[in-house]
């Protein structure tokens, strides 16, 4: 346990280190010289810690604009935050999630070399809160042991591998055929997002085609549009809140000035998460072609969501609006519902939003962009309240997993267990192996359409 924990933990759990070790075999294999591996690995490795530190900085300006929902508005209920209940979960399901995620992450590995689906997910955050959400929903449902591992180490692995191929057609179209895959598990609000804006946003202009006039020619910079509309919905929050709402961060200093920082500090995170994904692309493409060549023929990279941000900025903030809209809406939903009133997290909607947009957006412009990530706001509003019953005492807990592929795989998870275990077995095996058929055909019929489209331009 003690290894599988180091791994788990010390590696497969450090994105920058994971992502850089992967650089560093696909390097080896593509025989570079010894200058070239060392460069390529730690930029790599530099660009995931800078990437990663940008988010940090997202997330922590995003928590006084929550407060200022919360506590401006008198709401109380369930927050969605990945990161507070895994830290709840490890308690009781540290060694099982461990083990999950090492033998899920091989699972993925023998998928990608065997299957047409040759995906390796390398967001190891993500991979480490789809073992804890599995790991709680067997547990809680009595599969325990060597039964809850396995069990959970298939579902992830085959989840980790499918998910990613199954928006890669979309992905495709997002960064104009990019060599790299999306590997974050909100992918079924991505793809409803995708076809949505596919259904609605016919003639839909894209939202970088916005028109400015040229007196605020400053607008066309996303990074600024961006910032000052953080700074008007900090701003407006603030007042509407007063300084109460958020007095436990302001530390004294006047609330007004307190959230024009933050908005402006949300800003700068953006920035350096651009600055982090541009350093990524540009080494771990090339590298990545030794494990494709050497190791997982074909194989193709699955990043975290922010990789997709530079290839629409506006979307990724018409996104967070539009799916917190949604979010607010589905709020109000769950009463009649007879569901737990879930508030919505700002960071959830902001990525999962954000990324929701750039889909949306692809496929429908503007409108995609906006109805696409309104519907991802409900999706993880709902679904994430669904998963409270499946989650034993921790439903209990005043918060949840945010994504909507944690929530709907444990809900999936949790159904198969109250089947008994060797109903678990039986379910798990035949929906993974349809899952995997299902990943298989997306990946042919794309490849398909990619041949088709070249030769017709030859």
């Known amino acids: 346990m003690a290894v599988i924990h180091f791994i788990v933990h010390e590696i497969l759990d450090q994105a920058p280190l994971l992502v850089g070790l992967i650089a560093l075999i696909g390097l080896i294999a593509l025989r570079k010289s010894f200058s070239e591996i060392v460069t390529g690995t730690l930029k790599v490795i530099v660009g995931f810690l800078i990437l990663s530190g940008g988010a940090n900085i997202i997330v922590g300006a995003l928590a006084p604009l929550g407060n200022l929902v919360q506590s401006g508005f008198h709401l109380h209920g369930v927050i969605p935050t990945n990161e507070a209940i895994v830290g709840v979960a490890q308690k009781a399901f540290g060694a099982q999630t461990a083990v999950i995620m090492g033998l899920g992450f091989v699972v993925n590995l023998l998928l990608a070399r065997f299957t047409r689906a040759k995906f390796i997910f390398l967001t190891g955050h993500h991979l480490f809160f789809m073992a804890t959400v599995l790991a709680v929903v067997l547990g809680s449902a009595g599969i325990t042991g060597t039964h809850q591992t396995i069990l959970g180490a298939i579902l992830a692995g085959t989840v980790s591998t499918a998910m990613p191929a199954l928006v890669h057609p979309f992905t495709k179209k997002v960064t104009g055929g990019a060599e790299f895959a999306l590997g974050h598990f909100n992918t079924l609000g991505y793809i409803t997002a ?146 737990a009133l879930i508030i919505p997290g700002m960071v959830p909607h902001f990525f999962d939003g954000g990324t929701a947009g750039v889909y949306g957006n692809a496929t429908g412009g503007r409108r995609g962009a906006m109805i696409g990530a309104f519907v991802n706001g409900l999706l993880i509003t709902v679904l994430p309240a669904l998963l409270l019953a499946f989650m034993g005492s921790l439903g209990l807990a005043n918060t949840t997993f945010g994504d909507s592929d944690f929530c709907w795989v444990g809900i999936v998870g949790g159904l198969f267990a109250k089947t008994g275990i060797a109903g678990a077995y039986v379910c798990t095996i035949v929906f993974c192996a349809i899952l995997v058929a299902l990943a298989s055909y997306v990946t042919k019929r794309s490849a398909a359409m990619v041949d088709t489209d070249s030769s017709l331009r030859a």
């Open 194 to 339: 995708a076809a949505l804006g596919k259904l609605v946003g016919k003639n839909s202009r894209t939202t970088e085609e916005i028109k400015v006039s040229p007196k605020f020619g400053f607008l066309r910079d996303s990074l600024v549009m961006t910032t000052l509309t953080m700074v008007v919905l900090y701003l407006i929050l603030a007042i509407v809140a007063g300084p109460k709402a958020i007095a436990s961060y302001t530390q004294g200093s006047n609330y007004i000035m307190y959230a024009l920082t933050q908005a402006l500090t949300f800003g700068a995170g953006i920035a350096v998460v651009l600055m982090g994904v541009r350093m990524i692309l540009a080494e771990i493409i090339p590298a990545f072609q030794g494990i494709a060549q050497k190791i997982v023929p074909n194989a193709v990279p699955a990043l975290d969501c922010p990789t997709v941000f530079p290839f629409a900025p506006t979307a990724v903030l018409v996104g967070f609006i539009a799916s917190l809209i949604g979010g607010i809406i589905g709020m109000f939903l769950m009463g009649p519902l007879g569901l």
